[in-house]
């Protein structure tokens, strides 16, 4: 399960591809829809990483706060 880290906050989610998009490589841009396990404070413009298994494995801004 991906570990998503803003700020000073860590949380568990989950993500699906907005798109035709299967694969990202580095430097690609991808549209995710994250589905938190916790509720965190977020706004728009918010930076935050993804890391798997002790490694980042991504990073990106937060678009749009659905709920």
Same mark, same amino acid.
């Given at each position: 399960?991906?570990?998503?880290?803003?700020?000073?906050?860590?949380?568990?989610?989950?993500?699906?591809?907005?798109?035709?998009?299967?694969? +990202?490589?580095?430097?690609? #841009?991808? &549209?995710?829809?994250?589905?938190?396990? @916790?509720? =965190?404070?977020?706004?728009?413009?918010?930076?935050? +990483?993804?890391?798997?298994? #002790?490694? &980042?494995?991504?990073?990106?801004?937060? @678009?749009? =706060?659905?709920?």
């Amino acid at each position: 399960t991906p570990q998503f880290f803003f700020r000073t906050s860590d949380v568990s989610g989950s993500t699906s591809v907005v798109g035709e998009s299967e694969m +990202a490589m580095p430097g690609d #841009g991808v &549209t995710l829809h994250v589905t938190l396990q @916790s509720p =965190v404070a977020l706004t728009h413009g918010d930076h935050f +990483a993804i890391r798997e298994g #002790g490694k &980042t494995v991504g990073s990106g801004v937060v @678009s749009k =706060v659905l709920a």
